[in-house]
């Protein structure tokens, strides 16, 4: 019996396994770099939102806990 030969990869097959590699390593480090900025910027956005709260308590004339 003869032997089939194996097909080589297609040259186009090479080049869409490549697209996707780098396609999903970009979408992974686009990722990497969302977290790292919402841990950067944590601290700001709450206190941010700290005196937006306090700015809404003084209009309101609403003070908690009561007192």
Do not use: Y
Request: glycine fraction near 6%; charged fraction near 30%; proline fraction near 3%.
């Amino acid at each position: 019996m003869a032997k089939k030969a194996k097909s080589p990869v297609r040259k186009d097959n090479a080049d869409i396994v490549v697209t996707i590699r780098n396609s999903a390593m970009q979408i992974w480090l686009a990722g990497l770099g969302a977290l790292s900025k919402a841990q950067k910027e944590r601290s700001r956005i709450f206190n941010t939102l700290v005196k937006e709260g306090e700015a809404v308590q003084e209009r309101t004339g609403k003070v908690w806990p009561a007192s």
